[in-house]
């Protein structure tokens, strides 16, 4: 072979060109083997569960260490086809996989996110759905629900009402996968408006529901976060293109202002598992006909990229005790910016905070010692892929590590039940103004 050969093969991709229809299950798991086989030292395909009927809820993972976390690399999902009946998020999941792991090594910006993030793609975590649709339609189908006909994004614990449903197979092995990894950022793609929504989608009158909102101790960084999908989705951003006289100004919304959703996914996410996650509205038709694919992916892959990136916003670090021992379970939060369930150190002893910049006063606290409290300042940009990183060093007397976690865990119960009427969270964020001033001039 000769030496223009043997280029040409090193710069042809290692999987054929996906095409732009529908995959099922038998189709979208052949891909995700044949990425898995032939990416194999930056992908890791496994699956988190089953659903009722059987089917692999499948999770490609994408990272410089896709098998296992690494210490300071924070943990990114994307989840999609929640209700089977909402399909362009699955194809554009499929279509992101192949992008990322085709120009590693070739674009710098994918390599350093590669090098970076793990990135958790889940495609389908409603298989079943998916494959009960006989008549696909733009407004609903038959497989919206499980198999056993539950909303899965209906079917969560959740903080502000009990929800008392049967918890599904799908939801359960969700909820299982959250604790085994320390996810610091998400998104679940859904269809049939166009759309950034935040939390929360549930509330009480301490979150604002007075004021026809309901908003969480971030909202300034969770408006941020749907602001930088939203800007970047040509047709997301003006607010006012589907045919159902709703507006979004610049395509973003609160989820409660919406409409109000009890057991919702991203509320969950954000309150039990220390994620922040946004749910993405992507066409104004479910289950639109598939030669529109390409202009989905072409509106949606500047979005999806940028989206990923914002995982290495704010501040991350190590708490260590005297003895330079990670000490796990311990609270660490923003000073007037505290959860109702605390976020707390991982096993490794890490933290991760998404925070724009600015500057704060971390509060550490460790079980039966005084708060340590350490301020930090966010620079304007992002240090190469990085968050800040600010390890933070206890001097406690004795190990915090056999803490029992029931001891620590918060019940997954209507937490926000008794709250006062009045909180911070009511007040609406000035900041974002500065925020999208700062996004529209860079």
Same mark, same amino acid.
């Given at each position: 072979m000769d030496l223009a050969r043997l280029w040409v093969g090193l710069l042809l991709p290692l999987v054929a060109a996906l095409d732009f229809s529908y995959h099922?299950?038998?189709?979208? #798991?052949?891909?995700?083997?044949?990425v898995a086989q032939s990416y194999?030292?930056?992908? %890791?395909?496994?699956s988190i569960g089953k659903s009722v009927k059987g089917r692999n809820l499948w999770v490609l993972v994408v990272g410089r260490s896709p098998k296992e976390h690494r210490i300071g690399t924070p943990e990114f999902k994307y989840v999609a086809n929640m209700h089977g009946d909402e399909? /362009?998020?699955? #194809?554009?999941?499929? %279509?992101?996989?192949?992008?990322? /792991?085709? %120009?590693?090594?070739?674009?710098?910006?994918?390599? =350093?996110?590669?090098?970076?993030?793990?990135? %958790?793609?889940?495609p389908s975590m409603n298989p079943d759905g998916f494959e009960?649709?006989?008549?696909?339609?733009?407004y609903y189908s038959e497989g919206r629900e499980n198999y056993n006909h539950y909303d899965l994004n209906r079917n969560f614990?959740?903080?502000?009402?009990?929800?008392? /449903?049967?918890?599904?197979?799908?939801?359960?092995?969700?909820?299982?996968?959250?604790?085994?990894?320390?996810?610091?950022?998400?998104? =679940?793609?859904?269809?049939?408006?166009l759309v950034a929504s935040?939390?929360?989608? =549930?509330?009480?009158?301490?979150?604002?529901?007075?004021?026809?909102?309901s908003l969480t101790p971030d909202d300034d960084v969770f408006q941020y976060l749907a602001h930088t999908y939203a800007s970047r989705n040509p047709n997301m951003k003006k607010g006012d293109q589907c045919k159902n006289n709703i507006k979004?100004? =610049? *395509? /973003?919304?609160?989820?409660?202002?919406?409409?109000?959703?009890?057991? *919702?996914?991203?509320?969950?996410?954000?309150?039990?598992?220390q994620c922040l996650e946004i749910t993405l509205e992507l066409s104004c038709c479910k289950y639109p006909r598939e030669e529109k694919l390409p202009l989905f992916w072409n509106d949606n892959k500047a979005s999806l990229m940028e989206y990923i990136k914002q995982v290495h916003i704010g501040v991350k670090g190590q708490v260590f005790d005297h003895y330079r021992k990670p000490l796990p379970n311990v609270i660490v939060e923003v000073v007037d910016r505290t959860h109702i369930c605390p976020y707390r150190t991982n096993r490794f002893g890490e933290y991760y905070l998404l925070l724009l910049p600015g500057s704060y006063v971390i509060n550490v606290t460790a079980p039966g010692h005084e708060p340590h409290l350490t301020k930090v300042t966010i620079p304007e940009k992002s240090q190469n892929f990085s968050a800040l990183r600010k390890d933070i060093l206890l001097s406690v007397g004795r190990h915090l590590d056999h803490v029992p976690v029931s001891s620590l865990s918060c019940p997954m119960v209507p937490l926000y039940r008794n709250l006062p009427s009045r909180s911070a969270a009511t007040k609406p964020s000035l900041f974002f103004l500065v925020t999208v001033l700062h996004i529209s001039l860079k």
């Open positions: 099922h299950q038998e189709a979208m #798991e052949a891909f995700l083997k044949t194999s030292s930056i992908t %890791h395909l496994h399909t /362009v998020g699955r #194809e554009l999941l499929l %279509h992101l996989i192949e992008h990322l /792991v085709t %120009h590693d090594g070739r674009d710098p910006e994918i390599t =350093n996110l590669i090098n970076s993030t793990r990135i %958790h793609i889940m009960a649709v006989q008549k696909p339609d733009c614990p959740d903080a502000f009402e009990f929800n008392n /449903v049967s918890r599904q197979p799908e939801t359960e092995a969700v909820m299982k996968w959250l604790k085994t990894e320390t996810f610091v950022l998400s998104a =679940n793609l859904h269809g049939g408006a935040y939390p929360f989608d =549930n509330g009480v009158p301490a979150t604002g529901t007075l004021h026809s909102r979004f100004p =610049n *395509g /973003v919304t609160n989820g409660y202002s919406w409409y109000p959703l009890l057991g *919702g996914m991203q509320d969950y996410n954000y309150i039990w598992a």
